[in-house]
């Protein structure tokens, strides 16, 4: 009997999350930040998890300033804020004291909306891929993050 990818992580300790496919091509990812669920794009050419502004209070962050630069795809030199000690929670995958950077992310949205996409709360970065020891199976649709 051949074993199926799912089989052989499931027996390595690791946890299945269903991702969809939006209509701009990116992975959408539901997840939970200090208790409160929302919608993510998984990113995995961004180094941080990242949130908007707007997200603050809705997420219960505690934030500082940062001297940080946020820089990516379609913007750059965008002012940020740290939020430090978060839980983040995907699937039955569960970490605390996690870092989520803060940054104007309505360049993003809009871009989601321009498509006919729904808007995110923010982005699931390689920091959480890396934490989780994250596999995905693009043909499947599947992240597996590591209990």
């Known amino acids: 009997m ?4 799912r089989d052989f992580l499931t027996l390595k300790g690791y946890s299945k999350i269903k991702l969809k496919l939006t209509k701009t091509n990116h ?7 200090n208790g409160v669920k929302g919608r993510f ?20 962050l ?4 940062s001297e940080i630069k946020a820089v990516g795809a379609g913007a750059s030199n965008m002012e940020t804020k740290l939020s430090k000690s978060n839980s983040i929670k995907i699937g039955k995958w569960r970490k605390n004291r996690m ?5 104007d ?7 989601l ?3 006919n996409a729904d808007i995110v709360n923010g982005i699931i970065g ?12 693009y043909d499947k649709k599947y992240l597996y993050l590591k209990l």
Do not use: P, R, W, Y
């Open 2 to 5: 051949q074993d199926t990818l």
């Open 27 to 33: 992975f959408e990812i539901k997840a939970e930040i």
């Open 41 to 60: 794009i998984l990113d995995t050419g961004a180094s941080s998890s990242c949130m908007g502004f707007e997200a603050i209070e809705e997420f219960k």
């Open 62 to 65: 505690k934030v500082v300033d």
């Open 99 to 103: 870092s989520i950077v803060l940054f």
């Open 105 to 111: 992310l309505n360049h993003v949205n809009q871009g």
């Open 113 to 115: 909306l321009n498509h």
């Open 126 to 137: 390689a920091d959480v891929l890396k934490k989780g020891k994250g596999i995905i199976d």
